[in-house]
């Protein structure tokens, strides 16, 4: 912001703006676009996790009234282009459907039943006879580390080594080893992925689908099937949570597009909940394998070889190293991640991917540190405080963890523990207290959007961003009216369409930050305009004053007692309305990225840059209350600090840290994707067998966002994001307080009762 902001909204409580529509029912999302003559499809997923199919016949289904077609790789004229996989190329897989028999991951793209009615197409779908031959397999990690069939590829750019850490470790004295395992995990947003397609003739289309980029599916038809990406209209307004699973586009995406092609009809696909366990990424299970050297109470020296799982076909890495190469002052540290190669499917990124798996060893690992060392946990976090990178060795571009620790620790009251394990008693209940530190990269990216005033003095913000549920169109909105001195009620923000300037995918915590920058900017080369025509305009009782001295606030320009309304300003020029068209590179940038965005990629900018490393933090203290006779973990109040740079929205901040917070809940005792070795399919493909928690499970929550501290090096709003920082180190941090509560030592997630018997 400037001086010559109205500073009335941003970082306000403000509730959401598109609430009302959500809550009337009136926010429609993509499945629910009504089309007139829109046909139904049904997908059918592999039951094989590797290995052909010898036997489609799809006579049966075809005999069912209103069946239009079935369609499978035994269709004609299907022929893909080549699609690049995440993360060189737009879409979540580079494994096509329907372009051969060969079958690659349980779960993936066979056949797809076009019918008249979604009953037609279900009942049809249970009539496709499919064979296969089989083919061994590898479902899960364990299973490719035991024995692998797919290679296992080291990945050198992800590494990273300083100082001589193998030369500690062979001559410490004291060197503790400990291995600590996640697993798969499944986003699960409300939203279940869902197409529509509708052709405009042959090259043409308008696609309705929830996405956290529509670049992605604007690249992914271009390239698979030969159109001009700006041919490829995607609709997005409204997104029911995504969590990365949205971020890419994924193979129903292209087999409703064709089949909407070959039958010149609109198609609907909406995934079933077991489908969306199968066919849109998953967070990989991770392997994390931990050598600390102790020199008395210090780390002498850190290692960290880890082994994460990847799909059959691209290499996604679920960067467990991120946070562990950075986090804590050892000059002696190195990092190896290997990925290892499953018919699990595609995996990708979920809320803080390699962040969140990645923090839960080396924060369980701090806490053994500490107990072997004779130290409280958060002093020996404190004495390991990094004050500038580690890995880089450039200054922070804004770091206040120690005043998180500070605020956390003083509202939870933890200077009340007593550190022996099961010394904290309620009654007989066993009374566990544990604390993490979370930290996680700013990203961000080139950015591009528009404003707009009308003469009667509404304003239009537009960008082709998402609101996945985190507050985009609110923080939006906020920008905008202060830049412009106006009411937040005259603001609309237009998201969620394909023909809004140009932006990266709202993922990696960056969105708020980087197309926030870009809104100040056009809401602020807007007055600027409008400034300019009033300070040369006679008739403007500004005419000829300094535009530095002029103010904006409650819809008007104002030099000391001076005034103009923005509305007059346009009126006298005789306008119906301006507007203002704005790009950002943000720090760390350059033509790159925004040439990078502009031509349909992401345009990403790196958390280190030449200046900077940039990463917000945090510090989770939690605890659990345990039952001695079911040991049954129950996590009865979080308190999380967060140094998330300026608070844009307190209210919608405070809910993605709480979101956050309480996923970290699940991760440490409840969720899991459950895999077969023998057959790949995941067992628990439904909200009920897969567990989250419940407002039951949930204590007090309270999530601190720390004011006062804007980071310019990040963004122009001095914002960092705070979607993902929440989960990370939350699961360690609970992870940590059962052990104090029960002595028991559990190095992986979930920690389920079995596990503490
Ligand atoms: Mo997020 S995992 O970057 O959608």
Redesign the pocket.
């Known amino acids: 912001m400037t001086a010559g902001d109205q500073k009335k909204y941003v970082g306000a409580r403000v509730s959401r703006v598109d609430g009302p529509a959500k809550v009337r029912g009136e926010a429609t999302f993509a499945a629910e676009h009504d089309l007139p003559g829109v046909l139904h499809a049904v997908l059918i997923s592999a039951a094989c996790a590797h290995g052909r199919v010898s036997r489609l016949d799809t006579a049966a289904a075809r005999q069912v009234p209103g069946v239009l077609d079935v369609f499978s790789h035994q269709s004609d004229g299907w022929n893909m282009g080549k699609v690049g996989g995440y993360p060189r190329g737009p879409a979540g897989t580079s494994l096509l459907p329907f372009q051969g028999p060969e079958i690659s991951y349980r779960g993936e793209p066979v056949a797809l039943v076009v019918a008249q009615t979604l009953e037609a197409a279900r009942h049809a779908a249970l009539l496709v006879e499919i064979e296969y031959d089989r083919r061994p397999h590898h479902a899960t990690l364990q299973a490719a580390l035991d024995g692998p069939l797919l290679a296992r590829k080291p990945l050198p750019p992800l590494g990273h080594s300083r100082g001589k850490p193998g030369r500690i470790l062979k001559h410490a004295p004291h060197v503790i080893e400990r291995t600590y395992d996640t697993p798969v995990q499944h986003h699960n947003p409300m939203e279940m992925h869902a197409v529509i397609a509708d052709w405009d003739g042959d090259e043409r289309v308008t696609i309705y689908e929830p996405t956290?980029w529509m670049q992605s599916a604007q690249g992914t038809l271009a390239a698979a099937l030969g159109l001009e990406p700006e041919d490829v209209h995607v609709v997005s307004p409204f997104v029911g949570g995504?969590?990365?699973?949205?971020?890419t586009s994924w193979p129903h995406l292209l087999v409703t597009a064709l089949a909407a092609r070959v039958l010149r009809r609109p198609v609907k696909l909406v995934l079933t909940r077991a489908q969306m366990f199968a066919a849109v990424g998953y967070r990989a299970a991770t392997r994390s394998e931990y050598r600390a050297a102790l020199d008395g109470p210090q780390i002498s020296a850190l290692e960290l070889h880890a082994h994460t799982q990847t799909g059959p076909a691209d290499l996604f890495p679920e960067q467990v190293g991120m946070i562990p190469k950075m986090l804590y002052a050892t000059e002696h540290m190195e990092f190896k991640q290997t990925l290892v190669q499953t018919h699990a499917g595609p995996n990708i990124?979920?809320?803080?991917?390699g962040e969140a798996s990645g923090s839960f060893g080396l924060e369980v690992l701090m806490d053994e540190l500490a107990a072997e060392a004779g130290l409280d946990p958060l002093e020996f976090r404190r004495r390991h405080h990094a004050d500038t990178d580690p890995e880089s060795g450039k200054p922070f571009s804004s770091k206040h963890l120690l005043e998180c620790y500070d605020r956390a620790a003083g509202a939870f009251g933890w200077e009340r523990r007593t550190p022996e394990p099961g010394s904290m008693k309620d009654g007989d209940t066993l009374i566990g207290w544990g604390m993490a530190t979370a930290a996680y990269p700013v990203y961000a990216s080139a950015a591009t959007a528009r404003a707009r005033l009308h003469a009667d003095g509404r304003v239009d913000v537009e960008a082709g961003s998402h609101d996945?549920g985190t507050g985009t169109y609110s923080i939006l909105a906020q920008i905008a009216a202060d830049a412009l001195g106006t009411d937040l009620e005259r603001v609309t923000v237009k998201l969620g369409d394909s023909r809004l300037p140009k932006n990266g995918?709202?993922?990696?915590?960056r969105t708020a930050g980087s197309v926030g920058s870009a809104v100040l900017a056009a809401a602020q080369g807007l007055r600027q305009e409008l400034t300019d025509l009033a300070v040369n305009d006679p008739l403007s009782p500004l005419h000829g004053l300094a535009p530095i001295d002029i103010e904006v606030r409650g819809g008007a320009l104002h030099a000391g007692t001076l005034r103009d309304p923005l509305t007059d300003i346009l009126t006298r020029a005789g306008r119906d309305q301006h507007e203002t068209y704005r790009e950002i590179i943000p720090s760390g940038g350059g033509q790159k990225e925004l040439d990078a965005l502009k031509q349909g990629q992401d345009g990403m900018i790196e958390a280190v840059t030449d200046t900077h490393a940039r990463y917000s933090f945090g510090a989770v203290f939690v605890e659990v209350r345990v039952d001695p006779d079911f040991m049954t973990p129950r996590v009865s109040r979080i308190v999380g600090a967060f140094d998330i740079g300026q608070v844009l929205n307190a209210k919608t901040a405070e809910s993605q840290l709480i979101g956050g917070l309480i996923w970290g809940v699940s991760a440490a005792l409840h969720e899991q994707g459950e895999t077969d070795p023998a057959t790949g399919l995941v067992l628990n493909a439904n909200l009920a067998d897969y567990h989250i928690p419940v407002n039951a499970d949930i204590g007090e929550v309270r999530a601190i966002a720390l004011n006062g501290h804007p980071d310019f090096h990040t963004s122009a709003l001095g914002a960092r994001g705070a979607?993902?920082l929440g989960i990370v180190g939350t699961a360690a941090a609970i992870a940590n307080a059962i052990h104090h509560a029960t002595g028991k030592r559990i190095r992986s997630t979930p920690i389920t009762v079995d596990k503490l018997l």
């Open positions: 956290q995504g969590f990365g699973s949205k971020a990124m979920m809320r803080a991917p996945i995918y709202s993922g990696g915590s979607g993902e």
